[in-house]
């Protein structure tokens, strides 16, 4: 059974950077068949997806176009986990984020969930 | 702003039939998936591909699709069945992924 367990602050200050990590059991962030993703979810905005890392032979970053500019998402192999790191926040990035494993379309498992505010 | 379209709430008497749609250009070239989301729970995915259900997920939700909508139904719907929905689907422009908006259904 995959599982992915979330952590990261849940109180981020303005300007400042937003750094959640996801930890993979039952499966490997190097998988050739998985796509390891990041969505938040907030009232405005609804679910938004944010990014992703796969590995086909070599490593693939995709972003949303909302914040491409901001975000890095980087896998890390010697953990089995993947990171997610939003740069200069600010209030609109509060939210609940996510992580997911989408596996030929099918979006599961997904992390607990960690609401993230972004506030002085 | 969202590229899949979703009526915000639907209703539907226990036991009975309720529909949900999703509406977007890319359901045209792709399947929705659906994802059901209970109150300080992370989504949990209910129909993918054609009309297909996860193991565990209960026979009386269905999906299926027409020209640029998709469907979730479900039928004889239940109190436990009361949440919020949410399609997703590849995205025809931009990002590779796209959710909807989200339906929150009352079973009344």
């Known amino acids: 059974q995959v599982q992915l367990q979330q952590s990261g602050p849940g109180l981020v200050k303005p300007s400042q950077t937003l750094s959640l990590t996801c930890a993979i059991s039952g499966d490997s962030v190097s998988s050739n068949s998985a796509a390891w993703n990041w969505i938040r979810q907030s009232p405005s905005r609804g679910l938004e997806w944010l990014g992703r890392?796969?590995?086909?032979?070599?490593?693939?970053?995709d972003y949303a176009v909302s914040v491409k500019s901001r975000i890095t998402i980087n896998p890390d192999t010697s953990k089995n986990q993947f990171s997610l790191q939003l740069n200069s926040v600010t209030p609109e990035d509060t939210a609940v984020y996510y992580c997911?494993?989408?596996?030929?379309?099918?979006?599961?498992?997904w992390g607990q969930g960690t609401l993230v505010t972004v506030s002085s | 702003s969202s590229e899949l379209t979703q009526d915000p709430a639907v209703s539907v008497a226990l036991g009975q039939t309720v529909r949900i749609t999703c509406q977007g250009d890319?359901?045209?070239?792709?399947?929705a998936s659906w994802y059901q989301q209970k109150p300080g729970q992370a989504p949990v995915l209910v129909i993918y591909?054609?009309?297909n259900r996860p193991s565990g997920i209960p026979d009386r939700f269905s999906g299926s699709s027409s020209g640029n909508t998709a469907s979730l139904t479900i039928t004889g719907a239940q109190a436990e069945d009361e949440a919020d929905y949410y399609c997703n689907s590849r995205d025809s422009s931009g990002n590779p992924w796209v959710f909807g908006g989200g339906t929150k259904l009352t079973v009344l």
């Open positions: 591909g054609k009309n």
């Open positions: 997911a494993r989408e596996k030929e379309g099918l979006w599961e498992p």
């Open positions: 890392t796969y590995y086909r032979s070599k490593w693939y970053n």
């Open positions: 890319s359901l045209r070239s792709y399947y």
